[in-house]
Every structure is written in structure tokens, then in C-alpha cells.
């Protein structure tokens, strides 16, 4: 099992940044991919951005692109989400996963979240 721990999250105003990180903990080597999904009110689950911890491999959706980074730290098991540049769109809940085995399928584990909020 892999436990996910999110912190960071808070409220910014419009072109103001943010940096998420995730602990990971527990059976770890195991992981093979790592990331954030958000959702906000109304809105379906969508995937943020992912890093696939072999090679370091990333992936953002369009809307983030050039705004959002991500970097893992491997030896302390931690995933960061720089976010910058923040516009009122990002408001979301933001949910750290994991995968066993892929980037862009099912996540076998999910921290519980934590909030974004932007405002205008």
C-alpha cells in the first residue's frame, strides 16, 4: 500500500502562485507513475499533469502548460506542483495519485486533496 499526502494548497489572487507537494509513503518502489488531478464544482475529474518516475517523463493538459511544473524528489518521496501564473479556471480541488503502471489510466492510490482557490 501507498499512502498520498497533500499540502500546500490555499488562496491566491489572479497571476499569483502556488506550490503543491505530495509525500508519498509506504510501499513506494512500487510506484511506477506519479500526478495531480483536480476537479472543481460542477466539473468532471481532470488530469493535470503526471511524471513517470523512471525517466522522468511529464505530462500537463493544454491549459497548464507553461504554467505548471513538476518535479519529483525520488529519495524523499516527494511530488511537487509549481503552479504559476494562477487564473480563476485553476479553482479546483487538487489530488495527488499514483499509479502501479501507467500515466494515463487507472490511479491505484489518492490522497485527499486540497483546495485552490482563485480569485479575480
Known amino acids: 500500500q501507498v499512502q498520498l499526502v497533500e499540502s500546500g494548497g490555499g488562496s491566491v489572487q489572479t497571476g499569483g502562485s502556488l506550490r503543491l507537494s505530495c509525500a508519498a509513503s509506504g510501499y513506494t518502489d512500487s510506484i511506477y507513475c506519479m500526478g495531480w488531478f483536480r476537479q472543481a464544482p460542477g466539473k468532471e475529474r481532470e488530469r493535470v499533469a503526471s511524471i513517470r518516475r523512471v525517466n522522468e517523463d511529464t505530462y500537463y493538459v493544454d491549459s497548464v502548460k507553461g504554467r505548471f511544473t513538476l518535479s519529483q524528489d525520488n529519495a524523499k518521496n516527494t511530488l511537487k506542483l509549481s503552479m504559476n501564473s494562477l487564473k480563476p479556471e485553476d479553482t479546483a480541488t487538487y489530488y495527488c495519485?499514483?499509479?502501479?503502471?501507467?500515466?494515463?489510466?487507472?490511479?491505484?492510490?489518492w490522497g485527499q486533496g486540497t483546495q485552490v482557490t482563485v480569485s479575480s
Open positions: 495519485v499514483a499509479s502501479r503502471t501507467t500515466c494515463f489510466g487507472y490511479n491505484d492510490y
